[in-house]
């Protein structure tokens, strides 16, 4: 029903910044929430940032201060602004939406960008 597709990855010195956005296809796009996890190689899974259908943001304390996560719904499309990039932040990234914020991890997710930042 809903698919998802990641882009803007790709590789950025330490202290760069990179812009990822997800196109959503379907009509209920507005009433969704959003969300990006990461995935790097030997680490968990982490859960980077979300933004409600009414646009209230949570963030990891990892890249609070420094990621910003936004959406236009007019354009079914979400972003995140990444600034102050460290190699620590290296890994894929990927968009997920979910009709319920609480189990966001079982909604849709897309493919996947990869995102390196070198020293």
């Known amino acids: 029903q809903v698919q998802l597709v990641e882009s803007g990855g790709g590789l950025v010195q330490a202290g760069g910044s990179l812009r990822l956005s997800c196109a959503a296809s379907?009509?209920?796009?507005?009433?969704?929430?959003m969300g990006w996890f990461r995935q790097a190689p030997g680490k968990q899974r982490e859960l980077v940032a979300t933004?409600?259908?009414?646009?209230?943001?949570n963030y990891a304390d990892s890249v609070k201060g420094r990621f910003t996560i936004s959406r236009d719904n007019a354009k079914n499309t979400v972003f995140l602004q990444m600034n102050s990039l460290k190699p620590e932040d290296t890994a894929v990234y990927y968009c997920?939406?979910?009709?319920?914020?609480?189990?966001?991890?079982?909604?849709?997710w897309g493919q996947g960008t990869q995102v390196t930042v070198s020293s």
């Open positions: 933004i409600t259908s009414g646009g209230r943001t």
């Open positions: 997920v939406a979910s009709s319920n914020i609480a189990t966001i991890a079982y909604g849709y």
């Open positions: 379907g009509r209920t796009f507005g009433s969704y929430a």
